[in-house]
């Protein structure tokens, strides 16, 4: 059973099947990670990586299971990517990210996340306007403008910053992320190189964590550089809840 009969019980549970599925979606895109400044010059032999599409299977609290996919794709000078995650008869979740990537350097233009709780959902969007240094975040029918001092991004373009990083020896640790009605910076620090086995394979990873204020939340990924540094491992500890995510197929 996943609920139980008691109210309290309920909204607790309805509250941690929320966060498994922003976990999943911000999680398993690296999520909060990346920024270049906006003046960065363009290096132009820089390293791309490449259109991709993978399935991942996941835990929380070693009882809730669900499946993902993710996919990237390039269609001229815009890339899309696209990660559907869900538990079965419960919630699902869907987010979408545009951008370009020009040199190193990743800038999004749109990004919205949609999830859905027993029937019930909401939606997050993002337009970002690089010219004009403005990101507008509309949520519940809230509008909100906010200025990037410095670029910022969504989780799926973030992920593609740090990943593009990586690949070019250029990981700084210092990045932001538009939120809901704040650009937020989130720092994150490389944690050493592991060989790590998941249903998809064994392969050797870079460890990536989030540092956090809060010593109660933990945030690591294992990024494969044989795959563009795909993450293939997130483990993920909010509220008391474990979230574990694994690399099941690269299709």
Excluded: C
Aim: net charge positive.
């Amino acid at each position: 059973m996943i609920f139980s009969s008691s109210n309290k019980n309920s909204n607790n549970t309805k509250r941690s099947k929320s966060k498994v599925l922003t976990a999943l979606t911000s999680g398993a895109s690296i999520a909060a990670i990346g920024a270049l400044s906006m003046t960065a010059p363009t290096i132009a032999s820089a390293k791309t990586i490449q259109a991709s599409s993978a399935n991942y299977s996941f835990t929380v609290e070693d009882k809730y299971k669900g499946t993902a996919t993710r996919t990237l794709n390039k269609s001229g000078d815009t890339w899309k990517y696209n990660v559907n995650a869900r538990v079965a008869g419960v919630a699902s979740a869907s987010q979408n990210s545009t951008f370009t990537i020009n040199g190193n350097n990743v800038t999004p233009t749109q990004a919205s996340m949609t999830y859905k709780l027993l029937g019930v959902g909401r939606t997050h969007k993002l337009d970002f306007n690089p010219s004009s240094k403005k990101v507008v975040s509309n949520y519940r029918g809230k509008s909100t403008t906010m200025t990037m001092s410095q670029q910022a991004f969504d989780d799926l373009s973030l992920e593609v910053q740090i990943r593009q990083d990586l690949l070019n020896g250029k990981f700084s640790g210092n990045y932001y992320m538009a939120k809901k009605d704040k650009i937020e910076k989130t720092p994150f620090k490389k944690s050493g190189n592991t060989k790590i086995t998941v249903p998809a394979g064994t392969f050797d990873t870079v460890r990536v964590d989030r540092v956090h204020d809060d010593d109660s939340r933990s945030t690591s990924f294992w990024l494969a550089p044989s795959l563009d540094y795909l993450p293939v491992k997130v483990s993920q500890i909010n509220d008391g809840k474990k979230m574990d995510l694994e690399l099941t197929k690269v299709n």
